[in-house]
Every structure is written in structure tokens, then in C-alpha cells.
């Protein structure tokens, strides 16, 4: 064999179907040419496809994988804005299970070294007859690419270093003995890695649920938290109206009092009046009283009756306050019981009601991708799409939106002394964590730190 056609590591592209499976293979330098723009790939036309990059040794195991999305236009494009380093992260990437040759290195959504790359990565599936692992494994072996295999026969040795043994050991051990060693000991290494192989998966899966679940119970705390905040508000409404509607009452019951007391005193002006008439005559005097008593009767009938009324519509309202009051409070024991039911179903139930059920909302935003939206999302996401994008970035909605009008248009913000803009084209940066208000979005001249510098 030839120097030229000596077997190396191979770097290899490959994408899975949706139904499962290996639907498209290729080398690394086809898959540039591809993210270059040299080819399309009509069969992908819109479409997010799950990726794997493999590393392969010259005996076609695997060394390396990374898992990754990548997204292609209506022609078949993919995205121009992917820029995700497959080679650095499989170099940094955690061990993995053996597939052969030993650990791999292994890149996904669980297991990222870059933290702000694991947005764009997937988690394969480690189901028994739907491993994904297993799968790659099996594909490579087939050597469906037409890889140089390295020559696994054992070499001859040279007649010069043979050497005759002894007589003494002229006579080989009992061969069925050896035999039925060997293959005892070929059983237990063979038992043994795949008790490894399967240990190392089942924590990866481990991972995986655990930090799905987690993310799952700190969005339903939190949406609880929100609803509690809420419901808190509108009983410290209603407790504010009822004090005012006790002091309403208060007012009327004192107004109430001070007209008693002013008809008292009305009744007995005019009972000394009808004193005095007594004196002068008593059949004068009898019509008098019997015209004051009717007089005074219906007025304070009347009143009374008005102010009844009046007390027993607050009455009415108060209980229906009342009432207001402990349908609220039953809403919030409701919430929390239901709060705490959604706390003690685990991660993996709930995701398979929400995939029963089919809900899968997917937008992209510059800077964040494709974004996959939990049907409990969709609210928070229809107030304020940025504000949510910018959340997925890791960074605050204000400078998610001046790193979005960078992108869009990438030129110098920089307010000249005539009042018009710089407008000098600059570097566009492809991600928002990276980008500085002030910095990012001048040119050199302009820069805050540069003028800072001339000021000192």
C-alpha cells in the first residue's frame, strides 16, 4: 500500500430522515462546499433536518459525533448564517459510550462545551431499537462511503526471529481448556462493555429527562407565581372597595343619627309649643297635637324608610363582596392545588401528553434560530416576540433590538456634527451576546472606547 492511499481518519456528514434512518451521507469537504453555496440540496427545501458529524478511525469505528440542526430555504439552501465549529466542539466535547474503539467524544444538547451552541444541537435517541448511536455505528460499518480500511490480518513475522523452544515445552496444554478460557474470558469482556455501554447511555438519557423536567417545573412555578401575583392583586382591590364601603356605611348610619337628633329636637320644640296652645284652649290645643303627631309620624316613616333601603342595598353589596371575596380565594386554593399536581408529574408524562396531543410551534429570529415554543410559551411569546428571542440569547431585549438593527444593516450609528448619521459600513456580528451598545455598532472612529482614549 502506497503512502497516498494509507487509511486516516475520515471526517463524514450525516443526515437523518425523518421516519429514522440514514437518508444522505457525505464527506466533510462535500458538506462545506455545501454551507458555501457550491450545491443545493432540492430534497431539503424547507425543511430543519437533524445532522451528525463522525469522526471514523481507518478500522470504521467511531471516535466523535456532534449532533446538530440545520435549516435550508424553499431552493434548498442551508442557512447562511450557520456557523457552528463542528471540529472544536468535537475536540472538547465529554466522553460518550463505546462504540468500539473505545469512549467516544460526545457533543449534544446535554453534553455541550459551549454553552451558547446547545441551542442549535439535539439530544439522539437511546431507546432499545431506536438507538441513534447504534444506528451511526452500523452505517459506518457498511462503508457506504468507500473509506480506506486499515488491513486487520496479523503480520507474518521473519524466519530470523523465530526461535525453537525448548523440549520441555514441546507439548501444548490441553486445548479444549484453552479454548473454554478464552471463551469465558471473550464472554465477560463482551458483558462487560456493554453493561458499560449501556450504563453510560442510560445516564446520558438521565441527564437529558432531568433537565427537560427541570426546565418544565421552573415554567409552571413561575407561571403560578405570575397567576398567585395576580389573584393577590385583585383580593387587595376588593379589600380596599369593601373598607370604602364600610366607611360609606359609617357616613350614612352618622348622617342617619344627626337627623334622629334633629327630630328629636324638632319634637320637643313643638311639644313645648303644643304645651303652650294647651293654655289657651283645649280643642284647639287636641287638633294641634293630633296634626304634629300625624305630621311627625310620616316624616320619620318616610326617613326611616329611606334610609333602610339605602343600608339594606350596601347590605346586598356587601355580601356580594362577600361572595367575590370567596370565590377568589377558592380560585387561588384551585391554582395552587393544581400548581402542586403539575409539580409532582414528572417531565416525561408531560411531554408525551403535549406530543398526543401534536402541539409544536417553531419560529425563527436572527441570532436565536429556530426556536420551539411550548403551547405554555405562546402567550408570553405573542406579547413581546423579541422580548422572548432575546431570552433565548441570553441577553436583555434592549440590546437584542440594536444588535437586531445591526444585522439588518450593518454601518456605524454615530451621530456626525451636521446631524446625519456615520453610516460607514462595518463588521456585521453574527451573535448578540457578542455584541456592545456603543462598540459593536460604531466604526473605530466612533467607538466609545476610542473616544474615551482621546478624552484621557
Known amino acids: 500500500m502506497s503512502m497516498q492511499n494509507k487509511p486516516q481518519m475520515v471526517e463524514a456528514v450525516m443526515f437523518f430522515s425523518e421516519r429514522g434512518g440514514i437518508c444522505k451521507q457525505m464527506f466533510f469537504t462535500e458538506f462545506e462546499a455545501l454551507l458555501d453555496g457550491v450545491v443545493n440540496m432540492p430534497e431539503f427545501a424547507d425543511k430543519q433536518m437533524h445532522v451528525a458529524y463522525v469522526v471514523i478511525n481507518p478500522r470504521l469505528l467511531i471516535k466523535s459525533l456532534v449532533f446538530f440542526y440545520l435549516d435550508f430555504d424553499e431552493k434548498g439552501a442551508p442557512d447562511s448564517g450557520w456557523n457552528i465549529p463542528l471540529q472544536a466542539l468535537a475536540e472538547r466535547a465529554g466522553r460518550g459510550p463505546d462504540l468500539g474503539a473505545g469512549p467516544i467524544r460526545l457533543a449534544c444538547r446535554s453534553q455541550c462545551p459551549v454553552s451558547w451552541h446547545q441551542m442549535h444541537l439535539w439530544d439522539p435517541s437511546l431507546t432499545p431499537g431506536n438507538n441513534d448511536l447504534a444506528l451511526l455505528r452500523d452505517v459506518v460499518k457498511r462503508n457506504s462511503l468507500g473509506l480506506l480500511v486499515e488491513d486487520e490480518r496479523?503480520?507474518?513475522?521473519?524466519?530470523?526471529?523465530?526461535?525453537?523452544?525448548?523440549?520441555?515445552?514441546?507439548?501444548?496444554?490441553?486445548?479444549?481448556?484453552?479454548?473454554?478460557?478464552?471463551?469465558?474470558?471473550?464472554?465477560?469482556?463482551?458483558?462487560?462493555?456493554?453493561?458499560?455501554?449501556?450504563?453510560?447511555?442510560?445516564?446520558?438519557?438521565?441527564?437529558?429527562?432531568?433537565?427537560?423536567?427541570?426546565?418544565?417545573?421552573?415554567?409552571?412555578?413561575?407561571?403560578?407565581?405570575?397567576?398567585?401575583?395576580?389573584?393577590?392583586?385583585?383580593?387587595?382591590?376588593?379589600?380596599?372597595?369593601?373598607?370604602?364601603?364600610?366607611?360609606?356605611?359609617?357616613?350614612?348610619?352618622?348622617?342617619?343619627?344627626?337627623?334622629?337628633?334633629s327630630f328629636q329636637a324638632s319634637r320637643e320644640e313643638m311639644t313645648e309649643q303644643l304645651r303652650e296652645l294647651e293654655r289657651d284652649g283645649r280643642s284647639e290645643s287636641d287638633n294641634l297635637r293630633a296634626q304634629f303627631e300625624s305630621e311627625m309620624q310620616a316624616k320619620i316613616a318616610s326617613a326611616v324608610a329611606e334610609y333602610k333601603e339605602q343600608i339594606a342595598i350596601r347590605d346586598v353589596e356587601l355580601a356580594y363582596r362577600g361572595e367575590q371575596d370567596t370565590q377568589a380565594l377558592q380560585e387561588i386554593n384551585r391554582l395552587k392545588r393544581a400548581y402542586a399536581e403539575l409539580a409532582s408529574q414528572g417531565g416525561e408524562q408531560i411531554l408525551e401528553r403535549l406530543a398526543k396531543l401534536g402541539v409544536v410551534f417553531v419560529v425563527y429570529h436572527p441570532g436565536a434560530g429556530h426556536l420551539t415554543i411550548p403551547l405554555q410559551d405562546v402567550a408570553a411569546y405573542q406579547d413581546n416576540p423579541l422580548a422572548y428571542a432575546a431570552a433565548k440569547c441570553f441577553v436583555s431585549e434592549e440590546q437584542y433590538r440594536h444588535w437586531l438593527a445591526h444585522y439588518q444593516q450593518p454601518s456605524c450609528q454615530a451621530s456626525l456634527p451636521s446631524g446625519e448619521r456615520c453610516a460607514i459600513p462595518i463588521d456585521r456580528i453574527d451573535t448578540p451576546s457578542r455584541f456592545t451598545i456603543g462598540e459593536s455598532n460604531c466604526c473605530a472612529r466612533h467607538k466609545a472606547s476610542s473616544r474615551l482614549r482621546t478624552v484621557s
Open 154 to 261: 496479523p503480520q507474518a513475522l521473519a524466519p530470523e526471529r523465530l526461535h525453537m523452544a525448548s523440549e520441555d515445552k514441546w507439548y501444548a496444554p490441553d486445548p479444549a481448556q484453552e479454548e473454554a478460557a478464552k471463551a469465558n474470558e471473550k464472554i465477560d469482556q463482551e458483558q462487560r462493555q456493554k453493561a458499560a455501554q449501556l450504563i453510560k447511555q442510560q445516564r446520558l438519557r438521565i441527564t437529558s429527562l432531568t433537565q427537560q423536567h427541570e426546565e418544565e417545573l421552573a415554567k409552571f412555578k413561575l407561571a403560578s407565581e405570575e397567576q398567585g401575583k395576580q389573584l393577590q392583586a385583585q383580593i387587595q382591590a376588593l379589600q380596599q372597595a369593601l373598607r370604602h364601603q364600610e366607611q360609606y356605611n359609617a357616613t350614612l348610619k352618622a348622617q342617619l343619627a344627626a337627623q334622629a337628633a
